[in-house]
C-alpha cells in the first residue's frame, strides 16, 4: 500500500517535531527491510528522503505545538513564531489600510518575500502581489505549519526569497470530534471558537480516507477607552525627571476650527468655541505652536476590530492503485471584519463669506476691515455626532486542489495537481461618511459644525440634517484568482561511490489576476471627500517556471544538494482595453546546500542561493490614483517663476499625493545563504543554530517624500495640479509617487532552538527555548540616489516599523497522569522610539518661552523639546492546562498575558490610528481568560 505503517510513522515523526533533530534515523524503521522504508517529501525539497535532519533548515509547528501556544487564529499563530517579523496584522485595520488582511513575513523585510502554501501550493493572493491573506485558513483545519526559514525561489519560483510557510492541513481523523472555545479577556474582545472535525476511512486499511472539518469563530471589539495605555493621545509623561505632553490631536476638530484667507494672502486660523469659552472644549486642547484646538481623536477608537469567521474544509485521499493515489482538497472561508475608526475628519470644508455660520461665529471675533477682507472660509470638522467611520471588509475565499502522487515504473514519485484559488473581498462603508448634501448643508447653517458637542447633539435640525448627509454603500470589491497545474517528480538518479543520487524535477504554469470593481456609488462620486479620479482594475498574468533539483552524496557523511530553476513572468494585461503594459521577465536562480555528518551526534548544514521578485500588478500597470496625502507638511518646492507654484498649499502644510504604475520596473534579485548545525546526543536534548543573510537588490520602491520635494528638479514631471479632492473649485499642486528599481535591503541573524525532555517520577517535562537574533537590518531611502542607508534594527525607523534584535520564546510542558500544565515566556528586546518634539509641562500648565519674532518684538510661546524614549524588553507570560481524566475528552483553561502585562509607551507615529504605544507589536487584549472542550466520539 502507498502509504505504508513506515511512512506514517515518518509523517507522525514530523508532525511531533522530530523534523529538526537527528536522533531519528531510518534505522529506526528498519525491521520491515532497508528497501520498505519510504522516502517522503518535506518543504524546501522535491526530492524525497529518509533523513529528517537535511540541509534545510525547517521549523515544525505540529498539533500539539499549535495547541500549547494558546491562540485561537492563524494570524495569531504566526505572531508567536520568531523569525516572524514586519507582517500585517489585524490592528493594521484600525486606520492602516489593512482592510481586514492578515499576512506573514519573515526576517522582517517584508511580507511579499515570504510564500505561503496550503498542502504544498500556492493560494489566491490578498491583492495584486503575493501576500497571502491569512484569515482565509482556519486554524481549526491545520494539522501542523512547516517553516523553511531560507531562501527557496530555486524551486517554488518568485516571492519565496525569506522563505516558505506551509499549512498542512488533517488528511486523517478517527471518529469526530466537537470543540468549543471561549476566550474572555477584561471589557471588551470576547470571542468564541466552534468547530467539528469527523473522519471517514483508515487509508492504509481501507484505501480510502476522508476529513470534513467546519469552524465558526468570532471575536468582539475592543474600545481605546477601555484600555488606560489607549485611551487618549493626549499624553503626559516624564522623562530624565522633567514633565513633558504630547498633543497627537486633528485639526479636524469638534467643535470645529475655522481658517481665514484674507484679501492681501495673509491667514488666520482660531477655534470661535475658545474665542468664546476662554478654552478648549473636552477632548481637545492646544498642540505647541498651533492657534487652534485639536481633537483627541484617539478616544473614539476600536483598537481591535470586529470578526467573524465561517470555515469548511474537505481532505479525500483514495488509492486507485498499490502505488498511485489521487488527492483532493477543498476550503471555503467567510471571514468579516468591521473596524471603527475615529469619526470622519472633514479636512477643507468651503464655506460661504455670506453664510450665518460666518455671521455668528467668525465676524465677532474679527475687525471690521478683516471682516471685509476675507476672501475665502473654511472649517475644519469632526463628525463625531455621526458616529465612527464604520467599514466592512467581507472576504469569501474557495480553494481547491486536485491531484495524483504515488510510485510510477517502480522508481520514479511523482506528485501532480492542478488548483484553483479565488479571494473576493467586498468592502462597504457602513457608517460615519457623508455624501454630496453635506458641504451644502453646512453652508447654508443646517448643520453648524462650530458648536461644542454637547450643544450639537441637542439641535434636532443638526441632527436630521447630518442623517440625511449619511452615506452608506458599498465600496468596492476586490477579486484575486489563480489556476495553476503542476507536475514534480524525483528517483535514483546515478550510482556514485558514497551511493545513489537522485534528481528531483519538475514544472508549473499558473495565471494570476486581479480585479478591482467599484461600485455604482462609488464610482457617483456621491461620497463627501472622495474627489474621484480613482479607477477599476482588471489586471492578469501569466507565468511558468522549470527546475531541476540534485542530491549528491559525495562521502557517505557528506551530500549535495544542487537546485536550478527557470522562470518566465508574462507581461501584465489589462483586460479593460489596454492590452499588455509591459514585456515579458525571465530569470534563473540557483541554490546549493550541503549537509554533513560530522559526529553520530552533530548535523552540519548551509546553503547559497539566488531568488528574485517580480513587481506587483498594480506597481506596473496602475492609472494615476489618488491615495491619500503626504506623510508630512512641506513647503512650495518649486521656485516663484514656475507657473505651479501659485498652486501651492500656503505655508507648511500636506500635499495631496497620488501613486502611478511604472511599466519599466524590472524583477528584484536576491541573495540567501545559511550555516548551521544540529547537536542532538540523544532523543532527549538538541540545539540547533543557524546564521542566515538576505540581500535584496533592485528593489521596487516608491521615491521618498523628502527627497523628491528637496529636489524637485529630478522629478519635475511628477507635481501636478490637480483639483482638491475636498474643494473641486480650489486647485492644488499636488505630487505623483511611481515605483522604480532603486533600493536595497540587507539582513543577517541567527535562528536558534533548544529541546529538552526530562523524564521525573512524578511525570514529563517537555522544554522549548526558541529564538530568534538579526545581527543586521539595513535598507536604502526609498527612492533616494545615491544610496543612502538606514535601518530598522532596534528602533523606530523611517519605514514606520521596528525591527526587534532579539525575540526568544519559551515553553514548558509537564504531563503527569491526566494533567498537563504549559508555561510560555514571550520576549522582546527593547528599541529606540522615534526622535519626537513634544511639549515641555502638562497639558493644563503648559511651560511658555519668550522670542523674538521678524519685527523684533517679544513674543511668548509654549515651550517645546525633542525627546527620545529607550521603550524597555517586553516580556508576557500564559498558562495553560489539560486535563484528559474524562474519556474521549480534554478540557483546558488557560490565561494568556497571566502578569497584565500592559504594552510600553511609545511617542512614534504608527500606521493607522493608535496613539501612545504600539498595537503590532503588543498585546492589548490584557489578561485572558479561556476555557476550551474537546469531545471524540
Known amino acids: 500500500m502507498l502509504n505504508s505503517k513506515v511512512s506514517k510513522a515518518v509523517r507522525l515523526a514530523i508532525a511531533f517535531g522530530a523534523a529538526s533533530t537527528v536522533a531519528l534515523s531510518t534505522s529506526a524503521f528498519a525491521a520491515e527491510g532497508e528497501e520498505k522504508v519510504e522516502r517522503i517529501e518535506v518543504t524546501g525539497s522535491s526530492i524525497k528522503g529518509t533523513d529528517l535532519a537535511g540541509a534545510l533548515p525547517i521549523d515544525v509547528i505540529s498539533a500539539e505545538d499549535i495547541k500549547n501556544t494558546g491562540v485561537t487564529s492563524v494570524p495569531d499563530l504566526i505572531a508567536q513564531i520568531p523569525s516572524m517579523q514586519g507582517f500585517t496584522t489585524p490592528v493594521s485595520s484600525v486606520g492602516g489600510g489593512g482592510a481586514g488582511i492578515a499576512t506573514a513575513s519573515l526576517r522582517g523585510i517584508g511580507d511579499q518575500y515570504t510564500l505561503v502554501l496550503l498542502n504544498g501550493r500556492r493560494l489566491a493572493t490578498s491583492g495584486s502581489g503575493s501576500a497571502v491573506n491569512l484569515n482565509n485558513i482556519p486554524l481549526a483545519a491545520v494539522e501542523r505549519v512547516e517553516v523553511l526559514t531560507d531562501g527557496a525561489s530555486a524551486l517554488y519560483g518568485s516571492d519565496a526569497i525569506a522563505g516558505v510557510i506551509n499549512f498542512i492541513l488533517k488528511s486523517e481523523h478517527q471518529g469526530t470530534t466537537v470543540a468549543l472555545r471561549t476566550d474572555q479577556p477584561k471589557d471588551g474582545a470576547e470571542s468564541y471558537n466552534f468547530s467539528v472535525t469527523t473522519g471517514l476511512g ?13 469552524s465558526y469563530d468570532s471575536t468582539d471589539s475592543l474600545r481605546s477607552s477601555d484600555r488606560d495605555f489607549a485611551k487618549t493621545g493626549f499624553l503626559e509623561f516624564e522623562h530624565n525627571r522633567n514633565a513633558y505632553y504630547a498633543i497627537n490631536g486633528s485639526s479636524n476638530s469638534v467643535p470645529g476650527n475655522a481658517f481665514l484667507t484674507f484679501a492681501d494672502k495673509t491667514g488666520k486660523s482660531f477655534t470661535p468655541y475658545e474665542k468664546v469659552n476662554g478654552k478648549c472644549d473636552v477632548d481637545t486642547a492646544f498642540a505647541p505652536g498651533d492657534s487652534f484646538c485639536s481633537f483627541d481623536y484617539t478616544s473614539k477608537l476600536e483598537i481591535y476590530p470586529e470578526n467573524e469567521r465561517t470555515a469548511l474544509m474537505l481532505q479525500a485521499d483514495f488509492a486507485l492503485t498499490d502505488d498511485v493515489k489521487a488527492f483532493a482538497t477543498v476550503n471555503y472561508t467567510d471571514f468579516a ?18 453664510s450665518v455660520l460666518f455671521d455668528k461665529h ?13 476672501t475665502a472660509f473654511r472649517g475644519r470638522w469632526r463628525g463625531l455626532a455621526g458616529g465612527n467611520r464604520t467599514d466592512e471588509n467581507h472576504t469569501k475565499s474557495f480553494n481547491a486542489i486536485l491531484g495524483f502522487e504515488g510510485v510510477v515504473f517502480d522508481k520514479v514519485d511523482f506528485n501532480t495537481a492542478v488548483v484553483y484559488s479565488k479571494s473576493q473581498r467586498v468592502d462597504s462603508l457602513l457608517d460615519g461618511y457623508y455624501n454630496e448634501k453635506f458641504v451644502d448643508y453646512v453652508g447654508a447653517g443646517k448643520i453648524d459644525i462650530f458648536q461644542s458637542y454637547e450643544e450639537f447633539i441637542k439641535d434636532e435640525n443638526n441632527l436630521k440634517a447630518l442623517e440625511e448627509a449619511k452615506y452608506r454603500e458599498k465600496d468596492d470589491t476586490t477579486t484575486t484568482e489563480s489556476l495553476s497545474i503542476d507536475f514534480r517528480a524525483s528517483q535514483a538518479a546515478f550510482e556514485l561511490p558514497a551511493g545513489e543520487a537522485y534528481v528531483g524535477y519538475g514544472a508549473d504554469y499558473r495565471i494570476n489576476s486581479y480585479q478591482k470593481i467599484r461600485s455604482a456609488a462609488n464610482k457617483s462620486d456621491r461620497r463627501f471627500g472622495d474627489g474621484g479620479g480613482d479607477f477599476d482594475y482588471d489586471l492578469e ?19 549535495f544538494n544542487v537546485a536550478t530553476r527557470y522562470d518566465t513572468i508574462g507581461a501584465v494585461s489589462n483586460n479593460m482595453g489596454g492590452g499588455d503594459v509591459n514585456k515579458d521577465e525571465s530569470d534563473t536562480t540557483y541554490k546549493v546546500s550541503f549537509r554533513y555528518q560530522a559526529t553520530d551526534n552533530i548535523v552540519v548544514r548551509g546553503s547559497t542561493g539566488t531568488g528574485f521578485r517580480a513587481a506587483t500588478l498594480l506597481q506596473i500597470a496602475e492609472p494615476i490614483t489618488p491615495f491619500g496625502v503626504t506623510s508630512s507638511a512641506y513647503s512650495c518646492p518649486l521656485p516663484a517663476s514656475d507657473s505651479r507654484a501659485q498652486f501651492c498649499p500656503p505655508g507648511s502644510l500636506q500635499y495631496q499625493l497620488f501613486h502611478l504604475g511604472s511599466d519599466s520596473l524590472k524583477p528584484e534579485t536576491s541573495e540567501q545563504s545559511s550555516i548551521g548545525f544540529v547537536y542532538s546526543p540523544s532523543t532527549d536534548f538538541s540545539f540547533e543554530l543557524d546564521y542566515w543573510s ?37 486647485k492644488l499642486l499636488s505630487v505623483i509617487k511611481a515605483p522604480i528599481n532603486i533600493g536595497e535591503n540587507k539582513t543577517a541573524g541567527y535562528d536558534w532552538k533548544v529541546m529538552l525532555n526530562n523524564e521525573f517520577s512524578f511525570g514529563q517535562l ?13 535598507y536604502t531611502l526609498a527612492g533616494v540616489f545615491p544610496y543612502q542607508w538606514t535601518s530598522s534594527l532596534g528602533r523606530y525607523g523611517v519605514d514606520q516599523d521596528v525591527v526587534f534584535r532579539n525575540i526568544v520564546n519559551i515553553t514548558n510542558t509537564l504531563t503527569h497522569g491526566d494533567f498537563s500544565h504549559t508555561l510560555r515566556m514571550k520576549y522582546k528586546s527593547g528599541w ?8 515641555k509641562g502638562t497639558i493644563a500648565n503648559p511651560a511658555t518661552e519668550k522670542f523674538f519674532d521678524d519685527k523684533g518684538d517679544e513674543q511668548t510661546r509654549f515651550a517645546t523639546e525633542q525627546v527620545q524614549l529607550a521603550i524597555p524588553s517586553h516580556m508576557t507570560l500564559d498558562y495553560k492546562i489539560d486535563y484528559s481524566g474524562i474519556e474521549n475528552m480534554n478540557i483546558t483553561f488557560g490565561v494568556n498575558n497571566l502578569l497584565d502585562k500592559a504594552p510600553p509607551m511609545s511617542l512614534a507615529d504608527p500606521e493607522g490610528h493608535l496613539v501612545g504605544y504600539e498595537g503590532r507589536y503588543y498585546d492589548q487584549l490584557l489578561r485572558t481568560y479561556y476555557i476550551s472542550l474537546d469531545y471524540t466520539f
Not at 202 to 214: E, H, I, K, N, P
Not at 362 to 374: D, F, G, K, M, R
Not at 543 to 559: C, I, W
Not at 766 to 778: C, L, N, P
Open 832 to 839: 529606540k522610539d522615534a526622535a519626537t518634539t513634544v511639549g
Open 362 to 374: 467668525i465676524a465677532p471675533h474679527l475687525t471690521a476691515e478683516q471682516a471685509e477682507n476675507v
Open 337 to 354: 471584519l468591521t473596524s471603527r475608526i475615529a469619526p470622519e475628519a472633514t479636512g477643507n470644508i468651503r464655506i460661504p463669506v455670506d
Open 541 to 559: 498574468r501569466a507565468s511558468y517556471g522549470a527546475f531541476v533539483e540534485l542530491q549528491l552524496p559525495a562521502t557517505e557523511d557528506l551530500s
Open 766 to 778: 517537555k522544554t522549548m527555548v526558541q529564538g530568534t537574533y538579526i545581527d543586521k537590518s539595513q
Open 694 to 730: 538576505v540581500n535584496i537588490k533592485e528593489q521596487v520602491q516608491r521615491p521618498d517624500e523628502d527627497y523628491m520635494f528637496n529636489n524637485p528638479g529630478l522629478f519635475d514631471e511628477r507635481f501636478i495640479v490637480a483639483p482638491d479632492r475636498s474643494d473641486d473649485t480650489n
Open 202 to 214: 483508515d487509508f492504509d486499511a481501507d484505501g480510502y480516507s476522508v476529513v470534513a472539518s467546519l
